[in-house]
């Protein structure tokens, strides 16, 4: 098990993967400490079944830098394959600006080819590959020196059975016509917007009790303030304020150290210092907003009458669709999607590529009373009155 340490032989694997096809890649590491993700390891393979065609790369060494893999990721030749790569994306993204193009997601894929919701590693190295893997480094400490040889056969795993995975699922959306649907879901990944976290838009996740203009103004200038000196220390947001302390602040609106002594819910570090400045300056631009400035959540669209039956047998047309298709139905709409698809008037994305030619179509002449719905021994079919 080869591990790369320097710049000169990653530049030299690089260099070899880009005469492939596809390269798979997946990372090792740590988030429980920090804001960012502490990237420890970087798993590359290219097609291959020798001992050189798959290396371990550290990036904490100190003659290593990424450079010559992000080159390769600009590589519009190779495709980089990943497994449900999310996370592994916003590191490179945060850590260079870089995201691989072209870029596969066997999660993504799996779901498209009906191996179910959200199909894991294992499940696929299993079913595709016809594997086993051995989790026992799943929990393991990534940033540790030296890794030991289990560590490594683990962390190699997650990239020598992609090889196998990827190729399978790529002939089976290559025979169903479906390659366009996956290149289709992997753009939101793409998208940088997704890795953004801009801290004026932070109190969006948090919920809230009260939909009160004022309230919702403490909430969102604590909820900046957070996220900006988390950001800038490099903790997780809790290790600030948690959200349930959070929502007490906003609240009772300290308006200096005294008071904020007061809370039930604080930590002890945000009681002094640096954080707890910021909290009171929080609060104190929150009162001084004009109400014109103040934050407002979109008024809930009221339910026409009947039309949680109408959402009703659009589940069932979803379920009977995906199950048709052999695509997995979360892929198509989630059930809390539906009451939106009823709202959208027609501008909703089932209504839009191949969601659409799956589910979407039928949707729309459910919802408009051009079809309907009825039992056929065992399966649901559609009539047209």
């Not at 079944?49 to 798959?54: I, M, N, P, V």
């Not at 838009?201 to 000196?229: M, Q």
């Not at 039930?264 to 002094?272: M, N, Q």
């Amino acid at each position: 098990m080869k591990t790369l340490a320097t710049t000169a032989a990653l530049a030299e694997f690089c260099g070899r993967a880009a005469r492939h096809d596809y390269v798979t890649v997946d990372t090792e590491f740590l988030r429980e400490r920090t804001y960012y993700p502490k990237l420890c390891l970087v798993q590359l393979a290219f097609p291959g079944d020798g001992t050189d065609d798959a290396v371990l790369v550290d990036p904490l060494a100190d003659r290593l830098d990424l450079g010559p893999l992000y080159q390769l990721f600009g590589n519009e030749n190779v495709v980089k394959v990943f497994h449900a790569a999310r996370q592994d994306l916003e590191i490179f993204y945060i850590d260079a600006g870089v995201l691989p193009k072209p870029f596969f997601d066997t999660q993504i894929a799996a779901m498209v080819c009906g191996y179910g919701e959200q199909a894991g590693y294992e499940t696929l190295v299993r079913k595709v590959a016809h594997a086993s893997l051995d989790k026992s480094s799943r929990f393991t400490d990534w940033a540790r020196r030296p890794l030991s040889d289990m560590q490594k056969a683990y962390a190699l795993a997650d990239v020598t059975h992609l090889r196998v995975i990827y190729e399978k699922l790529r002939t089976r959306l290559d025979q169903s016509g479906r390659t366009s649907w996956v290149t289709e879901e992997v753009q939101a990944l793409l998208d940088p917007d997704t890795y953004r976290s801009e801290p004026e838009d932070a109190w969006r996740r948090i919920r809230t009790r009260s939909a009160s203009p004022r309230f919702l103004a403490y909430v969102k200038e604590l909820a900046a303030f957070r996220e900006s000196y988390a950001q800038a220390h490099n903790i997780p947001r809790n290790r600030v304020i948690r959200d349930d302390a959070l929502m007490e602040l906003a609240t009772t609106r300290p308006k200096d150290q005294a008071d904020l002594g007061k809370s039930r819910l604080l930590l002890r570090e945000a009681r002094k210092g640096d954080i707890a400045a910021g909290l009171i300056a929080a609060v104190k631009r929150a009162a001084e907003l004009p109400d014109d400035a103040l934050p407002k959540v979109p008024p809930a669209q009221k339910k026409p009458q009947g039309m949680d039956a109408l959402s009703d047998l659009l589940r069932v047309l979803l379920k009977a669709r995906a199950d048709g298709a052999g695509v997995a139905q979360k892929l198509i709409a989630t059930a809390s999607d539906l009451d939106d698809v009823l709202l959208s008037d027609g501008d909703h994305p089932v209504f839009h590529g191949w969601r659409n030619e799956i589910f979407g179509k039928d949707a729309a002449a459910l919802i408009s009373g051009e079809i309907a719905l009825g039992a056929e021994g065992n399966m649901v079919k559609v009539f047209r009155p």
